[in-house]
T-cell receptor
Framework: DQQVKQNSPSLSVQEGRISILNCDYT??????FLWYKKYPAEGPTFLIS?????DKNEDGRFTVFLNKSAKHLSLHIVPSQPGDSAVYFC????????????FGTGTRLTIIP | NAGVTQTPKFRVLKTGQSMTLLCAQD?????MYWYRQDPGMGLRLIHY???????AKGEVPDGYNVSRLKKQNFLLGLESAAPSQTSVYFC????????????FGPGTRLTVL
């Protein structure tokens, strides 16, 4: 049973436009959410996170939105740049400080120059 | 700081052979993890450790063993490799205060023939 789902395996966006990556979860105990970015032949790197006490968190071009009632979060990248082409994983945890993360299946984002 | 390193980077095994994957971190992190990444499956937790001398099972532990004899090292063993264990293996670590933001190694690509 996939508790964290990323239903779009791939996404292509024109350079300069907005990229929106989506993630849904089923476990209502999840309370802390993260996005990771992964380039080929490298390990994932942490990008941005959000706690359930917030509905939005921004870091430069990256914004994560959380809709707890819908069990849905999204990552917005504005403006999209060629270097953003990567696989993005969302992850969830029952609380900040919990040692385990549950990852989604990933979305491959391609930015078209 | 080298961060999280993994040895080897690539390995090809025959069915039934054994091997050990080594993960080392120089950040004095308490928690360490082994994941496998398969197409369409995301990152799945194999085993993890919350401190030197302790280990625990993750989501997909069967066929693997682990040891954490030193705080900086986390070993993943395959006693009798099977083709189903063909995967990319990632090690990660995390320490206080950001228990959720795991740092990943570059991965080990394992093929079992």
């Amino acid at each position: 049973d996939q508790q964290v789902k990323q239903n779009s395996p791939s996404l292509s966006v024109q350079e300069g436009r907005i990229s929106i990556l989506n993630c849904d979860y089923t476990n209502s105990m999840f309370d802390y959410f993260l996005w990771y970015k992964k380039y080929p032949a490298e390990g994932p790197t942490f990008l941005i996170s959000i706690s359930s006490i917030k509905d939005k968190n921004e870091d430069g071009r990256f914004t994560v939105f959380l809709n707890k009632s819908a069990k849905h979060l999204s990552l917005h990248i504005v403006p999209s740049q060629p270097g953003d082409s990567a696989v993005y994983f969302c992850a969830a945890s029952p609380n900040f400080g919990n040692e385990k993360l549950t990852f989604g299946t990933g979305t491959r984002l391609t930015i078209i120059p | 700081n080298a961060g999280v390193t993994q040895t080897p980077k690539f390995r090809v095994l025959k069915t039934g052979q054994s091997m050990t994957l080594l993960c080392a971190q120089d950040m004095n992190h308490e928690y360490m993890y082994w994941y496998r990444q398969d197409p369409g499956m995301g990152l799945r937790l194999i085993h993890y450790s919350v401190g030197e001398g302790t280990t625990a099972k993750g989501e997909v532990p069967d066929g693997y063993n682990v040891s954490r004899l030193k705080k900086q090292n986390f070993l993943l063993g395959l006693e009798s490799a099977a083709p189903s264990q063909t995967s990319v293996y990632f090690c990660a670590s995390v320490g206080r205060p950001t228990y959720n933001e795991q740092f990943f190694g570059p991965g080990t690509r394992l093929t079992v023939l």
